[in-house]
């Protein structure tokens, strides 16, 4: 199976999208030992099928040693993030389907970020929903701790100057929410390696199998930094396409193309 290149500056993360087609490339004898032992415990066609796109990607990207990576995958297609030398990454991919997103947010989520999911209509608040807690469980895996901590800690909400967000570290962060298909919502957390480090640069996105650099939906992006009163709180960069939750439709297809990087 052939290796993609990765070319890094170092604040830039490469995420690839695997759809349900990258079973086919999946190997059993590509694995680890340890994956191996893993993959004839599986059990369940839905469980197996996650397994096989998600280490097909793992597998047929086959990052650097030593560059750090996080791995995701939902409903028959899988997220491999891959951060630069020194900060740490972590990414999460859910499949977005009909489900009662207060009633959940009421157990999970803080209360200003249950304000926030109340006040907006019906496939609105199933889509912010979603960008919620994606954006939580790759907090967890970026900070390495439990989903329980990573729900009540690191949050997202909104006031009167716009968007805001938390996380329980004190080294500057970034995250990036996107959403590939109406489907799907992605998100990616990267931590600085020190309070000297950038967290701005790129999410570079790639789908796989193939070699397509798709435009996905961006659906929010935050940052907190050491360098603020309040560690670890900062406001969403300004610009309006990364600070909204949009509405509107996600699109149709997953290889459209951005018109610029």
């Known amino acids: 199976m052939p290796s993609i290149n990765l ?28 994956d191996q032992a893993r993959w004839r415990s599986q059990r369940g066609e839905r469980r197996r099928l996650d397994w096989m796109v998600s280490r097909a990607l793992r597998y047929g990207v086959s990052p650097p040693p030593g560059l750090p990576v996080s791995l995701s995958h939902s409903n028959g ?62 907090c967890a895996k970026a900070l390495n701790i439990n989903l329980g901590q990573a729900l009540g800690q690191c949050q997202i909400w909104r006031d009167g100057e716009g968007w805001h967000a938390a996380a329980p570290t004190d080294v500057d962060w970034s995250a990036e929410v996107l959403s590939p298909a109406a489907h799907l919502m992605l998100a990616v957390v990267r931590l600085a390696p020190g309070n000297d480090a950038a967290t701005t640069g790129r999410v ?58």
């Not at 993360?13 to 030992?33: G, H, I, Y």
């Not at 499949?95 to 609105?124: F, G, K, P, T, W």
């Not at 509405?247 to 610029?260: D, E, I, Q, V, Y």
Request: glycine residues 6%; negative net charge; aromatic residues 8%.
């Open 7 to 34: 070319t890094h500056t170092p604040d830039t993360v490469a995420v690839w999208l695997a759809t349900p087609a990258a079973q086919a490339l999946f190997n059993p004898a590509d694995q680890s030992s340890e």
């Open 77 to 138: 297609y899988a997220a491999l993030a891959v951060a630069g030398p020194g900060f740490k990454v972590g990414v999460d991919l859910e499949h977005v389907r009909q489900r009662d997103a207060m009633s959940i947010a009421r157990l999970a989520y803080s209360s200003r970020e249950c304000a926030d999911l109340a006040a907006l209509d019906d496939r609105a608040r199933l889509r912010h929903f979603y960008a919620l807690w994606t954006f939580k469980e790759a």
């Open 204 to 261: 570079v996105q790639h789908e796989w199998p193939g070699e397509d650099s798709p435009c996905w939906e961006k659906v929010l992006r935050v940052q907190g930094s050491s360098r603020s009163c309040a560690p670890t709180i900062g406001p969403a960069p300004a610009r309006p396409d990364e600070v909204t939750t949009s509405a509107g439709a996600a699109p149709s297809r997953l290889s459209g193309r951005c018109a610029t990087n």
